[in-house]
């Protein structure tokens, strides 16, 4: 199935701006969406919200996170058990499992997959490097897999889902010089998902094209209308994208959308806004590795230097939920009645100058950077620089791609000193915020680019990973994440209500936190 102009009208504002009526009718069975897309296409080695979007529908995994709140639920594995003390786990898998070139998935596939996530090293393995090694994964039979852990390891199920089943013969067969197939997976697929890449299709951070299985384990019966063929375009702005929505050349946006586009699509008898109440927390990060962000007072000063209210009230419509830690309020460990920092400019003040009796750089002109597809991301910055000026702290906005500061924030003196971004819900665990952000451990991980080092918060959060009820480990991440909230390493904004836009082509969607509602398999296509 070729691309007609109704897909390549998302490529750009002027395609969209021209976009005659042929080429908003609808192309039967075809999805646009767009949306970020991740830096390559290998699961293993890239793990960001782009890539949930793309591997939920190639690849899938022993569990799966469905629905809103998001439920750990059986899929290519049927059930698990786990010894007494915690370190043995197994995994029993479905019958007739198969990879898209029609293989059969075993346990040693399953064991394989893991195994490479470990050699890689890359942001996948943050939550299984300290506690599994290569040789404790072991298949006693085709369809049982077993972990032996080196000790408890409290979040291991909750992370399970984040690792996607690889065909290892493919790899194996294009491997260069010992990479695991690393060089060929970053621009190919070895899955066994609802959906195969047209690998011909893609164009780094551009677009892809995916196209339903019908052989899929799952199986299509729940779904009468399933979409046949995913089109994924990268936009330059979000307004481009919803621009695209409205004349009928995209059927998905991303789910950053800024106030006065959701107006606009709701006003419009084309398409809607699906609201979801989600696990995704909006932060401005600061890199404590970097004068003056290694003074507290400074940071504490620029904490109370953003006008919260009015970034939520008046520039979100109350789209969002003011929580004043790094912790979504809807998770387990949240820790109940922290205040946080208010917006209060003559706190700032009186931060900055202690700050400057300290011999922290107060003068110098500081740079935040913004991923320049999300207006959102530049509306906080504009507003937080405006803020910054009256109380003599020059801000430079510097546009940016999400690929670029992932990448730059593995070295302290590459980090920007200030970026904007959100942490998703990667998996349903305490871990994947706090854990993985404030343990100095993940140091050269996107998600711990605060730099932030402290002992206490360190002790806590390595104490809570190794308990496995969540009764003895909620108290921990909240005494933890009382701690960074005092000590301010980074500025704690929102948690986040997602807004997508939606045409009303599609029906039946099934949000998830976990993937921001990017599982395609679910979703009915009218026409």
Request: proline share 6%; charged share 20%; aromatic share 10%.
């Amino acid at each position: 199935m070729s691309l007609t102009r109704r897909e390549a009208g998302a490529l750009s504002i002027a395609a969209l701006l021209a976009a005659s009526a042929e080429a908003r009718a609808a192309t039967p069975g075809v999805m646009v969406r767009s949306d970020n897309q991740p830096q390559n296409l290998d699961p293993h080695q890239v793990f960001d919200v782009p890539m949930m979007g793309y591997s939920l529908n190639t690849y899938d995994t022993l569990y799966r996170y469905l629905d809103n709140p998001p439920k750990i639920t059986p899929w290519l594995a049927e059930s698990h058990t786990s010894s007494e003390d915690g370190l043995t786990w197994e995994f029993r898998l479905r019958s007739g499992l198969k990879f898209h070139d029609g293989s059969d998935l075993t346990a040693e596939d399953v064991v394989y997959s893991f195994q490479r996530v470990l050699k890689l090293g890359r942001a996948p393995a943050a939550a299984f490097l300290p506690i599994l090694k290569p040789e404790q994964i072991t298949a006693p039979d085709p369809k049982t897999v077993r972990f032996s852990l080196t000790r408890v390891y409290g979040p291991f199920l909750a992370a399970i889902p984040i690792v996607c089943i690889v065909n290892p013969r493919l790899l194996k067969a294009n491997d260069k010089n010992g990479d695991w197939g690393a060089s060929w997976l970053a621009s190919n697929e070895a899955g066994s998902g609802a959906y195969r890449l047209d690998p011909a299709s893609y164009g780094p951070n551009e677009k892809y094209e995916l196209n339903r299985w019908e052989a899929h384990w799952y199986g299509w019966t729940d779904n009468p209308k399933p979409i046949q063929k995913i089109a994924s375009r990268v936009v330059k702005e979000t307004s481009t994208g919803v621009l695209g929505l409205l004349n009928g050349s995209i059927d998905m946006t991303d789910s950053y959308l800024p106030t006065d586009q959701v107006e606009q699509i709701m006003a419009s008898k084309v398409a809607r806004v699906e609201k979801n109440v989600s696990a995704r927390t909006f932060i401005i990060r600061m890199n404590n590795a970097k004068a003056p962000f290694d003074n507290i007072n400074a940071r504490k000063g620029f904490a109370h230097a953003f006008n919260y209210k009015g970034f939520i009230d008046d520039i979100l419509k109350g789209y969002a939920e003011r929580d004043a830690t790094p912790m979504p309020n809807t998770i387990w460990g949240f820790p109940k009645g922290v205040a946080g920092y208010e917006y209060d400019l003559d706190k700032a003040r009186d931060y900055f100058k202690k700050a400057a009796a300290e011999g922290a750089p107060m003068k110098r002109p500081i740079q935040i950077h913004i991923q320049n597809t999300l207006e959102q991301t530049n509306q906080a910055a504009q507003l937080f620089q405006s803020d910054l000026a009256q109380v003599g702290v020059n801000l430079k906005i510097v546009n940016d791609t999400w690929a670029n500061m992932t990448t730059n924030t593995s070295k302290p003196d590459t980090t920007p000193d200030m970026w904007v971004h959100w942490v998703s819900t990667y998996f349903a665990d305490p871990e994947n915020w706090v854990g993985q952000m404030y343990d100095s451990q993940f140091h050269g991980t996107w998600k711990a680019s605060s730099w932030f080092k402290n002992a206490e918060v360190d002790e806590l959060l390595r104490k809570a990973r190794g308990l496995v009820k969540q009764e003895e480990r909620a108290p921990l991440y909240e005494q933890a994440t009382r701690l960074i909230v005092e000590r301010c390493p980074d500025i704690f904004v929102y948690n986040t209500v997602e807004l997508k836009g939606v045409s009303n082509r599609l029906s039946t969607t099934r949000f998830s936190p976990v993937g921001s509602g990017t599982e395609m398999r679910w979703v009915q296509l009218s026409s």
